[in-house]
């Protein structure tokens, strides 16, 4: 019974910290799938055939920088750089002229930003 609990409480530790809890495998359809963040338009990243060039290749992003600090960078780059061409993917303020159905709403869920997190931490 101890250990049951012993991985409740372990899990819940996990999903309050970054990305840990996230699925790699997931994320990386995340990655380059239209209908989720499409990063591919902009990123190229090794195993990704279809790769744009807007933002600089996201190979070895995982040795780079840290896992909460490759989720800053997707949930809200304009925190770090106001000028970056890359959408904030997980803003829910201050966001302008948003039709009423996504207002709100951020472009990633919460768990979407793990999985691609988790996935880009794989980079290395
Ligand atoms: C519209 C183009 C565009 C899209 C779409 C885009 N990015 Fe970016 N991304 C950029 C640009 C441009 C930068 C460099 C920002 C800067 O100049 O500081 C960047 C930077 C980054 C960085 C930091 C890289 C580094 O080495 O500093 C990460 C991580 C990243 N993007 C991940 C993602 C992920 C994950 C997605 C999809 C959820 C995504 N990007 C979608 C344009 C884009």
């Known amino acids: 019974m101890k250990d049951k609990w012993a991985g409740v409480v372990g899990a819940l530790v996990i999903a309050g910290s970054a ?4 699925d790699p495998e997931k994320g990386r359809a995340v990655f380059v799938e239209r209908e989720q963040g499409h990063c591919v338009l902009c990123h190229s990243a090794p195993g990704v055939a279809a790769a744009g060039n807007v933002g600089p290749s ?12 490759i989720r ?5 780059i304009t925190k770090i750089n106001p ?7 997980h803003r829910t303020t201050e966001l302008q002229r948003v039709a009423p159905a996504y207002s709100g709403k951020p472009i990633l869920t919460e768990k979407q930003l793990d999985d691609v997190v988790a996935w880009l931490t794989t980079l290395k």
């Open 19 to 22: 990305s840990a809890a996230g």
């Open 58 to 69: 996201l190979a070895g992003v995982g040795a780079r920088y840290k896992p909460e600090e």
């Open 83 to 89: 000028a970056a061409a890359m959408p904030a993917f």
């Open 72 to 76: 800053a960078r997707v949930a809200d």
